[in-house]
């Protein structure tokens, strides 16, 4: 009898918590930024830890870079190369701008 109790106060719970497709926006929003996404010729789908995002295939994907500038994404800091997407989550390395290579985490 104590585990039914439990676990239907868990299930109780478990339906408080807020969706975290939504982070706290409106359905009407999400639909907003899932067409202005599709105009933009992008995918909105599950990225990094916290939601979705409007992810973009660019045209230089895997070119040579030397700086940030060189990309319409990042330029890689470990291969000097295009990213295929923006915007990238996880840990890298990149190039900035003035050509000095960081390493950095997006979640």
Known sequence: MKSLILFTGLLALSACQEDPEMMG???AE????????DAKGGSYERAGMFGKACIIKT????????TGKDCE?????DTHTCSPV???????S?????GKVVE???D
Not at 30 to 37: F, L, T
Not at 59 to 66: E, F, L, P, V
Not at 86 to 92: E, I, L, N, S, V
């Open 104 to 106: 950095l985490c997006i």
């Open 86 to 92: 923006t915007p990238m989550f996880g840990c890298f």
């Open 25 to 27: 926006k409106t359905r």
């Open 59 to 66: 045209q230089d994907a895997g070119k040579s870079c030397k």
């Open 73 to 77: 994404g990042i330029c890689f800091g």
């Open 30 to 37: 999400i639909r907003a930024e899932q067409k202005e996404c």
């Open 94 to 98: 990149m190039v900035e701008d003035d």
